[in-house]
């Protein structure tokens, strides 16, 4: 096998066996699914002392009451003592005593608290719909003078959206890229300076370069990370997927799903298009760049330090695209979209708001591309340089010793 | 075999080797003295050209290319390993940097380390072993994938003698399959009892270089070791004995400033009559050493 690649199976393999891996990929999931477990646990326990239940001798009157508000009746309750018991426990809002004679329709609600305006409004719905069903009966009306009586007047809307869930789902996407893009960034960014700077301190790197080209071995360092990325970002495809789909089984899940699709659908889309790939490069060469500054410190103490560089310079682009959230066209936005190291950030922005043509993301990400491709194939050829200086001179000494390298 | 031509490296200011030539011949082991900053590890750093310098160094006629890494084996000065591997994982990633594959290393691991003695299993964290056991797995790594060219950069460094007898026997092996060996050491005692060759830098330059017999010869007999009654007074007063050393009871150590002159003192010691020792030696390795180390003797 090639060298590189048994460089790069060694640090993919010691990499997603290590339990930083494991949680690392498992941490969202859980936090998800502990956020969705305990709003759903609340959300039933309070189910029940927010419904009602509907007494009546009228089994008709409790019935049609019944199918108008399936979800807010506790249906097993059916009689006033029963109602009481349940109220006093706190397992029922209160209970509505109907009644009907051939002249009006009465509705008594009995509680400890006054009713919710939602139930009000439902009750009260309820009450007027039965009073003129029995009014209408009442009067002895011919047909032509009931269906007169039964015209509507017409409300519609025309509504010209700019603005609405849209842009509440380009905004909610964004900021999810962002955050995700930051998130991974500055995870992988110190996990890689880490190790590459802990390496530097020790002379295992003699060894390996007594067997195998430094550059080899540091494509192969990069090309390791890059998979263990890569494995990151699937398992979330696949995890997020099949906890969609699973969370999709359960009721209460699936009504919110539904209530949300017009946010969720839009923000899925804009996660799973090019900009996907920019996370991806984006990472990769913050990783080259931290790979960098690990190998250029002094010892393996300084490890921790070693990936400030990167981190401050994916702080800086992370919050420069606060002030431009939702103004995509702006100029530096644009200019920021070709620029590595910016560009996944703000070219996904572009991309959110529809303001990017094929032929400008083409362009950016060629420059991406090619900047990585520069970036590892320079440092790959210094980096004997870096990382076997191990004295204590200073950073920019050793900066300079590196960037002068030449074997 | 290894052949370092008029190699010069210089640091800013610092001349590390200047114009440093000798051979390390197939078969053979060489040692590689000085005091510390003489050069030897810019030496073991130039023939793995992990620097730039000028001359030239080949392997068998040719420069040294990412080719022959393959064939050679190399223990820096201070130990490391990757801590979290196992051994096993450790030997074999290693090996399979030199395109040995696994399937063929993995069956030798055991051998190995009943070889070296290593206390612990294959198994075992690379850091829960002792510091000892760790630097003989790290030989085993070294040594495992059969190299033509052994580089050991003071590698009798933390053994006790008990472990250091393993490592000799181990490189005696290597010298046995016709290997290549060069290794640095401070002590003098284990490079005299295994070394072919000598080579002694001082301050980047070559001082001493040749077969280990002939550097020594070439000191002259100035030795002499006698078991006499006569006494430490007597014996210095004796012509062309420039310092006399006790050793113990009735036995002394002579320092001669010409060796020509151990016939006459042996005449006077003697007297025609028995006497238990009279023993005309070059001058020990570890007195070469200092005596390089602090004059520019030639």
Same mark, same amino acid.
């Given at each position: ?9 060694? %640090? ?165 890229? #962002? ?51 890569? %494995? ?13 789909? +699973? ?26 298009? #090019? ?7 984006? #990472? ?36 420069? %695209? ?12 644009? #200019? ?36 990585? +491709? ?10 004997? +340089? ?22 | ?23 390390? &011949? ?74 040995? &594959? ?44 059969? &190299? ?6 003071? &590698? ?143």
């Amino acid at each position: 096998m090639n060298k590189t690649w048994i460089v790069a199976l060694e %640090t993919y393999l010691r990499q997603v066996k290590s339990w930083s891996f494991v949680m690392l990929v498992v941490s969202p999931f859980l936090l998800l699914a502990v956020s969705l477990g305990v709003g759903y646990f609340s959300g039933s326990s309070n189910t029940n002392s927010q419904r009602i239940a509907v007494i009546s001798d009228q089994p008709q009157l409790r019935a049609a009451f019944i199918k108008d508000n399936q979800a807010d009746v506790s249906r097993d309750v059916t009689t006033v003592a029963a109602a009481k018991k349940r109220v006093a426990n706190d397992k029922l809002a209160g209970y509505l005593k109907l009644s009907a004679d051939s002249r009006r329709v009465t509705g008594r609600y009995y509680s400890q608290n006054s009713i919710s305006s939602s139930m009000e409004t439902s009750v009260k719905g309820f009450l007027n719909k039965t009073q003129q069903t029995l009014n209408l009966q009442n009067a002895k009306l011919k047909t032509t003078q009931l269906k007169a009586l039964s015209q509507q007047p017409v409300f519609k809307q025309h509504i010209h959206k700019t603005s609405g869930s849209s842009d509440i789902a380009k905004i909610a996407s964004f900021w999810i890229l #962002v955050f995700v893009i930051y998130m991974v960034l500055l995870t992988y960014s110190s996990i890689t300076a880490q190790e590459i700077a802990s390496e530097k301190g020790t002379k295992i790197m003699e060894i390996i370069f007594s067997s195998t080209k430094a550059s080899k071995y540091f494509i192969g360092k990069i090309t390791g990370v890059m998979m263990v990325i890569l %494995t990151q970002i699937l398992i979330y495809l696949v995890g997020g997927a099949a906890f969609y789909l +699973g969370l999709n089984q359960i009721d209460t899940f699936r009504k919110l799903f539904d209530q949300y699709r017009y946010l969720i659908q839009p923000v899925i889309g804009n996660l799973l298009n #090019v900009n996907l790939l920019y996370l991806f490069l984006g #990472v990769i060469i913050y990783t080259i760049v931290s790979a960098f500054s690990g190998a250029l410190v002094a010892k393996a103490e300084d490890a921790p330090k070693a990936a400030q560089p990167a981190i401050y310079l994916g702080m800086t682009a992370f919050f420069l %695209t606060f002030p431009f959230q939702s103004n995509p066209t702006g100029l530096i936005v644009k #200019v920021l979209s070709y620029i590595p190291f910016f560009s996944s950030y703000f070219m996904p922005l572009r991309v959110i708001y529809h303001q990017a043509s094929p032929l400008e993301i083409s362009l950016s990400l060629l420059i991406l591309i090619l900047t990585i +491709g520069l970036l590892a194939w320079y440092i790959s050829r210094i980096y004997e +340089g870096l990382i076997l200086q191990t004295d204590d001179s200073s950073f920019w000494k050793r900066l300079k010793r590196g960037l002068t390298y030449q074997n | 075999m290894l052949a370092i031509n008029n190699v010069t490296k210089q640091f800013g200011t610092v001349k590390a080797l200047n114009g440093v030539t000798f051979d390390v &011949p197939d078969g053979q082991i060489t040692g590689l003295i000085g005091q510390n900053g003489a050069g030897k590890s810019t030496t073991f750093h130039s023939i793995l050209n992990f620097l730039n310098y000028e001359g030239e160094i080949t392997w068998d006629g040719q420069p040294i290319t990412e080719n022959d890494f393959d064939n050679i084996g190399y223990l820096p000065e201070e130990r490391s390993l990757m801590a979290k591997l196992t051994v096993e994982q450790q030997i074999v990633y290693l090996a399979r940097l030199k395109n040995k &594959p696994a399937k063929i290393i993995r069956p030798q691991i055991d051998e190995w380390m009943t070889k070296f003695a290593v206390k612990g299993q294959k198994t075992d964290k690379i850091k829960s072993l002792s510091k000892g056991n760790q630097q003989k797995v790290q030989l085993i790594c070294t040594l495992i994938h059969q &190299p033509k060219l052994i580089i050991l950069d003071e &590698p009798f460094s933390g053994l006790d003698p008990v472990n250091a007898d393993l490592l000799k026997r181990a490189i005696l092996e290597a010298r046995r399959q016709g290997a290549a060996i060069i290794f640095s050491s401070h002590d003098m005692a284990n490079v005299e009892s295994i070394c072919d060759r000598l080579v002694m830098l001082k301050t980047g330059n070559v001082v001493l270089n040749g077969a280990l017999g002939e550097v020594r010869e070439s000191f002259g007999r100035s030795e002499l070791y006698v078991t006499t009654d006569w006494q430490e007074g007597q014996l210095a007063e004796l012509s062309h004995v420039t310092n006399v050393t006790h050793l113990r009871d009735h036995r002394y150590l002579l320092h001669l400033d010409d060796p020509a002159a151990g016939r006459d003192i042996f005449d006077r010691l003697t007297g025609g009559h028995y006497i238990e020792e009279f023993s005309q030696q070059p001058p020990t390795l570890d007195e070469i050493f200092r005596l390089k180390a602090v004059t520019n003797h030639e």
